[in-house]
């Protein structure tokens, strides 16, 4: 075939490409139509929510909103508290789940099935919520930031899925190569399969920090003091429980009716809590989905 020319589609294959780009075109407005909805309804008048004059663009430009939402104090302590369970609870995570897949995707590790095996049955069998409050309860976790990160401090899915990448990825002769040149294995962990490992690593990090910042399960029945509370229950308060604090309205003059501000602070604060998990995916998006393919190829 000669440089420059180009394959005929049939009309079989365009037709199929058409419906293609026509059902994610779908796709795409099904997911953008609410998200652009709840940014301009965070950026427009309390009235105009109200009365439903907003649908994708904003009505009457205002940031009242994000005003009364950064100006609450309880929101700034829960955002605070959010970043450090995530950031934390992420370290804590991904160093685990990397301490725990690296040994098993080890041929020379005795036992390394009965362990799997172990970790397998842990997805399929849970022992309840009284259980699980009970023994974080006798660990005297209650009540402290502890108890959002050490009960779920390995995910098994996560392992499973590190193991395969390290299995597929560090061949063996790569460590007894660097085993003959005196290297340790902390060392050749550190020096050979990290740097090798950042996609995985980009995958593992991503899931458990979006975990750690929707969490908010644990955080209500294992926390009672509102100063260890995440953004999440604090989000869930104004959502579900429609619940506004007083001070939030204080210097937000232009607000005349406390449905619509309650309205506004509910989209406001919508956008405030997604903004992190958007603004950090793009970053990385490449190794996520390059993780995602490697790991999960069967090993």
Request: overall charge positive; some cysteine; aromatic content about 12%.
């Amino acid at each position: 075939m000669s440089k420059g020319t180009a394959i005929r589609e049939s009309k079989g294959d365009r037709l199929f490409v058409f419906f293609i780009y026509l059902f994610l075109s779908l796709v795409l407005v099904i997911v953008a139509v609410p998200l652009i909805y709840i940014l301009s309804s965070s950026v427009s008048s309390p009235q105009a929510v109200v009365s439903g004059k907003v649908w994708l663009f904003p009505v009457d430009f205002t940031l009242d909103g994000y005003k009364a939402v950064f100006h609450n104090p309880q929101i700034g302590v829960g955002y605070l508290n959010s970043l450090f369970y995530t950031v934390v609870g992420t370290a804590v995570n991904v160093a685990l789940t990397i301490m725990l897949a690296y040994p098993l995707s080890k041929k020379t590790l005795y036992g390394r099935h009965f362990f799997m095996v172990m970790l397998v049955i842990t997805m399929m069998f849970d022992g309840g919520l009284i259980p699980y409050y009970l023994v974080v309860k006798d660990l005297h976790l209650l009540d402290t930031r502890w108890a959002m990160i050490l009960p779920g401090a390995m995910g098994v899915f996560q392992v499973i899925v590190a193991r395969t990448f390290f299995q597929t990825t560090i061949p063996d002769e790569l460590a007894e190569a660097a085993e003959l040149d005196g290297c340790s294995d902390i060392r050749f962990i550190f020096s050979i399969v990290l740097p090798l490992s950042k996609p995985i690593i980009a995958v593992m990090t991503l899931m458990y920090a979006v975990g750690h910042w929707n969490a908010y399960f644990d955080a209500l029945i294992f926390l009672r003091k509102p100063d260890l509370f995440p953004l999440q229950i604090i989000l869930r308060n104004i959502l579900i429980l429609n619940t506004v604090d007083a001070s939030m309205m204080a210097n937000v003059s232009q607000v005349q009716a406390q449905q619509g501000l309650k309205d506004l602070l509910k989209y406001s604060l919508i956008v405030v809590a997604s903004a992190p998990v958007l603004i950090i995916y793009p970053f990385v998006q490449k190794h996520f989905v390059k993780g995602v393919m490697i790991g999960s190829l069967k090993g």
